[in-house]
Each structure stands twice: as C-alpha cells, then as structure tokens.
Nanobody
Framework: QVQLVESGGGLVQAGGSLRLSCAASGRTFSSYSMGWFRQAPGKEREFVAAISMIGLSTYYADSVKGRFTISRDNAKNTVYLQMNSLKPEDTAVYYC??????????????????WGQGTQVTVSS
C-alpha cells in the first residue's frame, strides 16, 4: 500500500506560479513511477505529467509542456509539480498517482494503482 497526500494548491493570478507536492508513505517510494493528473468541473481526469522511478524520464501533456516541470526526491518520498505561466484553463483539482512499474501507458489513469485526495488549483484571469 502507498498513501499519497498532495499539498500546495491555491488561488493564483494568470501568469503566476505554484508548486505542488505529493508526499508518499508506505512501501519503497523509488519502486513507483509517479504521475500528476487533473480534473476540471464537468470534465474527465486528464494526464498532466509523469516521472520514472528514479527520475531519469519525464513526460508531459502538450498543454503544459514548457510551463510545468515534474521532479522527485526519493530521499524525501516526495514528487513535485512546478507550475509556471499558469492560465485560467489550468484550473482543476490536481491529483498525484503511483504505479509499481516503469512501462506501459503512463498517461492513462487505469495504469495507476494509488491516488491522492487531490488539491485545488484556481487560476484567475
């Protein structure tokens, strides 16, 4: 079992920045590749970014590429999502997720076994 707790969400003006954190507890953090997803009201949960077990590979949705950066600190059992140049369309609940493998569809929600409770990000225009 892995427990995930997100933090760092909030209200920010367009063009601003936020840094989300996801703290993991339970089994060995470095045995999991991690992902960030988001869900806006009335929309399906969508992939944002993913990172491999030891952080050598990162992946991004086209909508956030160049603005968001995913990273991890395995010594602290934490994955981060640095979000810059935020836009109103980035408004959503952001979730981190964990899966015990480095292969497969990193962008697909069904690939992930564990989820956090989410943190709200609101970007005002």
């Amino acid at each position: 079992q892995v427990q995930l707790v997100e933090s760092g969400g909030g209200l920010v003006q367009a063009g601003g920045s936020l840094r989300l954190s996801c703290a993991a507890s339970g089994r060995t953090f470095s045995s999991y590749s991690m992902g960030w997803f988001r869900q806006a009201p009335g929309k399906e949960r969508e992939f944002v970014a993913a990172i491999s077990m030891i952080g050598l590979s990162t992946y991004y949705a086209d909508s956030v590429k160049g603005r968001f950066t995913i990273s991890r600190d395995n010594a602290k059992n934490t994955v981060y999502l640095q979000m810059n140049s935020l836009k109103p369309e980035d408004t959503a609940v952001y979730y981190c997720a964990a899966r015990p493998k480095n292969y497969g569809d990193y962008y697909n929600t069904v690939s992930y076994d564990y989820w956090g409770q989410g943190t709200q990000v609101t970007v005002s225009s």
